[in-house]
């Protein structure tokens, strides 16, 4: 599904002729099946939404490729990776990004908008997704009404809501309370086991990694296999 | 995205900033306006010119004024009756009307009344076939027979009338109908100064017809048309030059006037008519009008910066959201389109708000200014002449139109494409 080789990143930080070279990212290679969870860990600075921002095409990488669904996505033009994203990811990030003036019905329909469906059946959609995350109650509340567990929830609605077979999640649960998380990362859980979507979840907690399948940790610009999947 | 979606979608972000969209909108809009009505300003007048020009003449005269061969210049009078001949037989000529006027002092007669007038020579039935119109009576068959002008009745005076009109007194005039009436003519050579008067003869005619009322009330007409057989008589028996003469060539229809005047003045005649005085003044009023859309576009322009500074803020205002939108997959071009269409969408706004005010404008000028103007002069009405200060016709609505929204677009241009350009990773690192 996902394979990522030999990825290597680095930023130019200063002034022009006074620049310096940080690398970031140093030659990751991460290959990632479908209906698998995948969980990267490190520590602040250590370049994971880099590597993620990468992965979903938001930047180019400096040396190395990335290959979605048999796709090189540098290969793309701009207007190409946008359908392209609209197709295949999902994102989930970490301080929600819901758009202010829409409720929660509407920033979860917006996906299906861009897509151009017609409106009574992406209503229907939208209807059954939110009752799928138990936000069937607060569909008409704007973001500045919801909790932070229920934006967090809308934001995940919104990544579900176009059946994009990976879901890129960046930091799902940073800014929810350890309850909060908990009842996120099973809903994670149960989306991956009912409708084997592929995670790839971005995170510095040991708990929520403890989700995946698999884990890596990403220090000083190399990926590491970490351990196996507990029980949540 | 559905356009419907599109549509909504910039509604709402539009309701979000009402206040900034308000008065964005409210600047294009008397952008706008300004443009159309000053521009209906030079629609107006050319209206009121080109309806004046049209009632005032009558439209299918063409006048000859004489001739070229290229070398030497040929008087009306001196042009040879078969060249006259020719013009006659043109396509779309109905008559070519010869009018001489004897070079002598004209005094009308009946009874103990008179009146100044003057002499029109012509022949009767190019008159009729060219459609003259007459108030009452029927057209002259004989020589001894007459016309005259249609206020001749209530001219024609006693001396005590004369003075009593002198005091500004109201006088009547000759009561009944002139017809079958017969008058005295008397002609006296002009002398000049110094010289003493020649002696006046006297002529009796019959009135068979009163020509028809002038188009313009302050007109009046005392004329008296007589047969232009009677030119050579006259010219005799006060030992009097031929007199100027004045050649009027009439076409069937307006549309045709164009074609004769053309062909007329292919072949070296100096003509005059309607459609000459309209085309110079076309020529002149188009300059105006094209002159007063660009000085209201500038207007516009001015307004666009708003409409430029509007879709700048929002577009950094927007930049979170353009970034998440970006990041689920709207491609650059709809991001673009959503921009672009926002600012058309209040060129629009404003171009219809405008329309309909300068409608209404236009309408309390017309119906203001001439009150204003004539209560200045301190007179009360304008002596039936109808003056249009402001007309929008529906090619200025468009044009103004067309400037507004397109410069509309033209100021969003910049601020669209600048959405497009936002870096996602920048703008998701933004703070809510
Ligand atoms: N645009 C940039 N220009 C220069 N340096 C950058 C830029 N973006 C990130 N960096 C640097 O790259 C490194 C990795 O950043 P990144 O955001 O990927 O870290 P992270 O692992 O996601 O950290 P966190 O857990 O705090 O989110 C950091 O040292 C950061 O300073
Ligand atoms: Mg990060």
New binding site residues.
């Given amino acids: 599904m996902i394979k990522i080789k030999d990825l290597q990143h680095h930023f130019k930080i200063g002034k022009k002729g006074n620049e310096r070279h940080v690398p970031v990212l140093k030659g990751v290679t991460l290959e990632v099946g479908k209906g698998e969870i995948v969980a990267i860990l490190g520590k602040?600075?250590s370049g994971?939404?880099?590597l993620?921002h990468i992965l979903a095409g938001f930047m180019s990488p400096e040396t190395g490729s990335v290959v979605v669904n048999g796709q090189e996505t540098a290969a793309l033009k701009e207007s190409q990776q946008a359908s392209f994203r609209l197709e295949n990811f999902g994102f989930i990030f970490?301080n929600f990004q819901l758009m202010p003036g829409l409720s929660a019905f509407e920033n979860v329909e917006l996906p299906l908008k861009i897509k151009g469906m017609a409106e009574a059946e992406r209503k229907m959609k939208v209807q059954k997704l939110l009752e799928k995350v138990g936000l069937e109650e607060v569909a008409g509340h704007y973001p500045n009404e919801l909790s932070g567990g229920q934006q967090q929830r809308v934001s995940i609605a919104r990544a579900l809501i176009t059946d994009a077979p990976i879901i890129l999640a960046?930091?799902p649960t940073g800014s929810l309370d350890s309850e909060t998380e908990k009842e996120i990362l099973l809903l994670i859980q149960s989306l991956n086991k009912k409708l084997g979507l592929t995670f790839v979840i971005?995170t510095h907690d040991e708990e929520v990694a403890a989700v995946a399948d698999r884990q890596y940790r990403l220090h000083d610009g190399e990926l590491v296999k970490g351990e196996q999947r507990h029980a949540v | 995205m559905q356009f419907k979606d599109q549509i909504d979608f910039i509604r709402q972000h539009m309701k979000r900033n009402k206040l900034r969209v308000a008065t964005t909108i409210l600047a294009a809009t008397m952008g706008c306006a300004f443009l159309i009505v000053l521009a209906s300003v030079g629609f107006g007048l050319h209206q009121t010119i080109t309806d004046d020009v049209l009632d005032n003449n009558m439209v299918t005269q063409i006048e000859v004024a004489g001739k070229t061969d290229g070398e030497t210049e040929i008087a009306p009078a001196d042009i040879p009756d078969a060249e006259l001949q020719q013009i006659k037989e043109m396509e779309h000529v109905i008559a070519v009307v010869e009018r001489n006027q004897p070079e002598a002092e004209t005094q009308i007669v009946i009874g103990d009344r008179s009146t100044y007038s003057q002499v029109v020579l012509s022949s009767m039935e190019e008159e009729q076939k060219a459609g003259f119109a007459l108030s009452e009576g029927k057209m002259p068959t004989k020589a001894e027979e007459v016309i005259v002008g249609y206020h001749m009745a209530e001219r024609l005076r006693t001396e005590a009338e004369m003075e009593k009109e002198a005091n500004g007194e109201e006088v009547g005039g000759f009561a009944g109908s002139l017809i079958g009436q017969t008058v005295e003519l008397e002609l006296t050579p002009f002398a000049a100064e110094g010289e003493e008067k020649a002696e006046t003869s006297t002529w009796e005619f019959v009135v068979t017809g009163i020509a028809k009322e002038p188009a313009k009330d302050w007109m009046t007409d005392v004329t008296f048309y007589a047969d232009s057989s009677w030119g050579p008589i006259f010219n005799e028996e006060l030992g009097l030059e031929e007199g100027y003469k004045n050649i009027l060539v009439y076409a069937d229809e307006l549309q045709n006037v164009g074609g004769i005047t053309d062909a007329l003045k292919e072949e070296g005649y100096y003509v005059y008519s309607v459609t000459e005085e309209l085309g110079t003044m076309n020529v002149f009023f188009t300059a105006l009008k094209a002159g007063l859309i660009f000085v209201g576009t500038i207007a516009v322009l001015i307004a666009s910066i708003g409409i430029f500074n509007t879709m700048t803020m929002a577009v950094t205002e927007r930049t979170r959201e353009i970034g998440v939108m970006k990041a689920i997959g709207a491609q650059p071009k709809l991001i673009r389109k959503l921009f672009l269409m926002e600012s058309a969408a209040i060129g629009l706004i404003g171009t219809a708000l405008a329309v309909a005010i300068s409608y209404g404008i236009s309408i309390l000028a017309n119906w203001l200014v001439p009150i204003i103007v004539l209560s200045s002069l301190g007179e009360e009405d304008a002596g039936g002449i109808s003056i249009v200060i402001s007309t929008i016709p529906w090619q200025l609505v468009v044009i103004a139109s067309a400037i507004s929204i397109g410069v509309a677009m033209v100021s969003g241009w910049r601020p669209a494409r600048k959405a497009t350009q936002i870096d996602i990773i920048q703008a998701l690192r933004q703070e809510m």
Avoid: A
């Fill in positions: 602040s600075g994971k939404s880099t993620l970490q960046d930091e971005i």
